[in-house]
Every structure is written in structure tokens, then in C-alpha cells.
């Protein structure tokens, strides 16, 4: 099992959720290596106590255990599998835990790649948006093999609240596109009815404070629909990150032959947003979708 005293932990990424989970690791004791394409975005980490890497390879001569948590399936193929990624730099032993929601495909390859050079890899997506990142409550889905898991458990402890083996290399990423299958109709629904509430004169926080906590709650009601009535639509999760997830998730729904029709309703309505320069905003702000011409 993985501690403070023999994890050299390297974090890849440092973004709305990435800076908050290295974070936990850093309070926690663990020695931290970090890298991002940006810097900048590090400076929080590296003036807490983290120390730079100038690539993935220098991260993988300098950790035995490495975590990213990057934008799309692309990045975390170029960061593990190039040429001068960390499998081939990497040292034999070294635990690699991707938490990007990436596909299942790409967690399999991954996996056995790294098993050839002695490494053991886990994926591991997370949900709960920013909150769940600052306040170390994400829920943590993993798949690999099960004794790695157990290895690196204690540092899933640290930056979640709800961590659960879901099975072998993909399993994760599989969990994860049920989890946002789940998430985008749900959010139509969340925002169809603070849309209503404002529109037939209703106190949205009123409404709000009563459904809440009836049959229709849900994480989406309780942590974005206060964002949507105060008009704050910065990201605890970009909409183009979604809309990256929604696309996976669609295609891997194609490969087992199920239809999706809430998917891909949510993600054609995400689509319009994101053509109307809003793919930099939270998922909330599906909102001003009925305050647009489109509707």
C-alpha cells in the first residue's frame, strides 16, 4: 500500500479540478512533481511545495506513482504512449492512474502497454465537478486490476469520498460515460424547471429550496441550479469537456447497439451553445439556452 513515505507522486494537469486534487496530496505529505503545458497554471502548487518537471519524461524519471488529469483522449495518449511519453520513460514498478474521462478503448491500450514494461495501470475518471475537487468528496470509478487498486486506494482517500473498483482495464471509463449518460438528460430537466419557475413568477431559490430535497434531487438541482438563478456560469466543468464525453459516450452506446436519445438531445443542445461561443462556460449555463433566440 501506497504512503507518504514511498510515494514519489508526479501530477499531470492543474486545471479547474486537477489544481484541487494535487492540492490534497501535497497537504497530505507526499513529495509532488507537477507538470502542465502552462506553468503559470502551477504557480498555486509549486508555491506550496510541488516541484516542476519540464515534460512527461522528466516526471516519469522522477515519481513512482503518476496521476493526470488532462483535457482529451488525444493528450492522454501523446502523455503515456509517444515516443517520449512515460511508458517508455517511465521506471519498471511505477504506477500510472489516468483520471481524464477518456474512452475505454484508450484505458485497455494503456494498460497493456504498460504491463509489458512492468508498470500497472489504473483508470480512474472522478465526478463532482469543482466542489468535489476543492472539498475531496469526488466519486472515483476504477478499473485495472484489483490488487493495484488496493495499492493506490490511499490516495483516492485523500482526494474522494465515494471510491469503488468497478473491474478490469476500461471499467472505469465505462462507469464514467454512465455517469454523464445520466448527468445530460438530467440537466435539461434541472433547467426546463428553474426556466419555468422564473417564467410563471415563481421565487426560483423558493422553488428550489422545496424540490430539492423531494423525489426530483439530484446533484445537477442541488450544485448548479443555485449557479443558474445567480446568472454565474463560470465552470466547475467546461461545456467542450462535456461535449468530448457526450461524443464517447454516443459512440461507445453505438458499438453495443443501444439507442440514447437523451444523450443526444443534451449534447445537440450543448452543440448550439458551444457554436454561440459558450464551450468556455459551465454546463449551468444550458440555461441560456430559453433566454436565446433559438427557442
Given at each position: ?208 429550496q422545496t424540490i430539492s430535497s423531494g423525489a426530483a434531487a439530484s446533484w445537477s438541482l442541488s450544485n448548479l441550479a443555485p449557479r443558474m438563478i445567480k446568472g454565474d456560469f463560470e ?61
Amino acid at each position: 500500500m501506497l504512503n507518504k513515505d514511498n510515494a514519489s507522486i508526479g501530477f499531470i494537469g492543474a486545471g479547474v479540478m486537477g489544481r484541487s486534487m494535487a492540492g490534497h496530496l501535497l497537504k497530505a505529505g507526499f513529495k509532488l512533481t507537477v507538470y502542465t503545458r502552462t506553468k503559470e497554471k502551477a504557480r498555486y502548487l509549486l508555491d506550496t511545495g510541488a516541484s516542476w518537471a519540464d515534460s512527461p519524461k522528466d516526471l516519469a524519471l522522477k515519481a513512482n506513482v503518476i496521476i493526470s488529469i488532462v483535457g482529451y483522449p488525444d493528450d492522454v495518449e501523446a502523455i503515456y504512449l509517444g515516443e517520449d511519453g512515460i511508458i517508455n520513460s517511465g521506471k519498471k514498478g511505477t504506477y500510472l492512474i489516468d483520471m481524464t474521462t477518456s474512452t475505454p478503448t484508450l484505458a485497455q491500450k494503456i494498460s497493456a502497454s504498460a504491463e509489458k514494461r512492468g508498470m500497472h495501470a489504473i483508470d480512474a475518471p472522478v465526478s463532482g465537478g469543482d466542489i468535489g475537487a476543492k472539498e475531496a468528496r469526488l466519486s472515483i470509478m476504477a478499473g485495472g486490476k484489483e490488487e493495484d487498486f488496493e495499492a493506490v486506494k490511499t490516495l483516492f482517500d485523500i482526494m474522494g469520498s465515494n471510491i469503488v473498483y468497478q473491474g478490469p482495464a476500461g471499467s472505469g471509463q465505462h462507469t464514467k460515460m454512465c455517469n454523464q449518460i445520466a448527468i445530460a438528460s438530467n440537466m435539461i430537466g434541472v433547467t426546463e424547471a428553474m426556466v419555468y419557475a422564473k417564467k410563471s413568477g415563481l421565487n426560483p431559490d423558493k422553488v428550489l429550496q422545496t424540490i430539492s430535497s423531494g423525489a426530483a434531487a439530484s446533484w445537477s438541482l442541488s450544485n448548479l441550479a443555485p449557479r443558474m438563478i445567480k446568472g454565474d456560469f463560470e465552470p466547475g466543468f467546461y461545456i467542450k469537456h462535456f461535449l468530448k464525453d457526450m461524443a464517447i459516450a454516443l459512440e461507445e452506446a453505438k458499438e453495443l447497439g443501444m439507442e440514447t436519445p437523451g444523450l443526444s438531445l443534451a449534447k445537440s443542445l450543448y452543440e448550439q451553445l458551444a457554436e454561440a461561443g459558450e464551450e468556455q462556460s459551465g454546463t449551468q449555463a444550458l440555461y441560456k439556452y430559453w433566454e436565446s433566440d433559438r427557442v
